[in-house]
């Protein structure tokens, strides 16, 4: 088994922890340039000295990993913590969107396969929501929108999936988007598949994000049905096409509900998705 050698200076995000054993911990770690890869902490629910408070998830860190002679997954020896994002960790709502965002991506990245412009996005996202210089609900629609971007699974918000038709032409209370041609449709076109429907500011308000790359969208002023209902679409929309049910979004959705802020519980009515 190749051997994962990591040199000091570079860093990785913590994504996933899973205890091990009595004392182990097997982290899920992301790396610029080695992508995705797993590595096992032996006692370090034992000994306080070697990692206390340094393998804390969406933590920012510079591992030293080595690899065992017999083979198996590799072993952190020593880690030098670099952005710990505490407050990712003490606020619910912040907290769900950044296990919402892993997830996300432990289940896209292949192992050991380098994506430098996701790890750039991730972490500059968790450092945006650990300072609180956007409202989070924006910062998700502006990550989710990026990953799809850089996924090659970018919703087509543009033009109608069917005719063509520009989005501006589309003549309706409430636009249509198919999950099987995944653009929306105007009034004369049928769907494929699954079909969701959004107010015309909701499309307009994604297709601004789409466009933008500065770091600044975030702090934009939307309107909090445009950004609600576009957090419903791109959740669904995500989980539609990567055929999974994300356990950290039915924990954000949850504590959502709980502080108020839900989806479900909007003034217009809801989207529907519809066979």
């Not at 020593?78 to 997830?103: H, K, S």
């Not at 289940?107 to 968790?126: N, R």
Request: hydrophobic share 40%; proline share 4%; net charge positive.
């Amino acid at each position: 088994m190749e051997c994962i050698s990591m040199k000091s200076e570079e860093s990785a995000i913590v994504m996933r922890r899973v205890e091990y054993g009595d004392f182990d911990v097997i982290l899920t770690l992301f790396s610029r340039s080695k992508g995705k890869f797993s590595a096992i902490a032996k006692n370090a629910r034992k000994s306080r000295r070697r990692f206390s408070g340094r393998l804390e998830l969406f933590s920012v860190l510079h591992p030293d990993c080595s690899q065992p002679k017999s083979g198996g997954m590799p072993v952190l020896q020593e880690v030098q913590l670099m952005e710990p994002f505490e407050n990712l960790r003490t606020d619910f709502i912040r907290m769900g969107y950044a296990a919402y965002w892993c997830e996300i991506l432990c289940l896209w990245l292949e192992e050991g396969a380098a994506q430098p412009e996701v790890y750039d996005l991730l972490e500059s996202m968790l450092r945006e929501l650990h300072l609180g210089k956007g409202k989070p609900e924006v910062l998700s629609l502006l990550y989710q929108l990026r990953f799809l971007t850089l996924s090659g699974l970018a919703p087509g918000l543009d033009v109608c999936g069917g005719c063509e038709a520009p989005m501006f032409d589309v003549r309706a209370g409430r636009i249509r988007f198919d999950y099987g041609r995944s653009r929306i449709l105007c009034g004369t076109c049928s769907p494929l598949a699954r079909i969701f429907s959004m107010a015309p500011g909701t499309v307009k308000t994604l297709c601004w994000l789409q466009e933008r790359k500065d770091q600044g969208a975030g702090r934009m002023q939307f309107s909090r049905e445009a950004a609600l209902e576009g957090l419903f679409f791109l959740e669904s929309f995500i989980s539609f096409h990567m055929g999974r049910d994300f356990r950290s979004l039915k924990y954000l959705q949850s504590v959502r509900r709980t502080a108020g802020i839900s989806p479900e519980i909007i003034s217009f009515p809801v989207c529907r998705l519809k066979a």
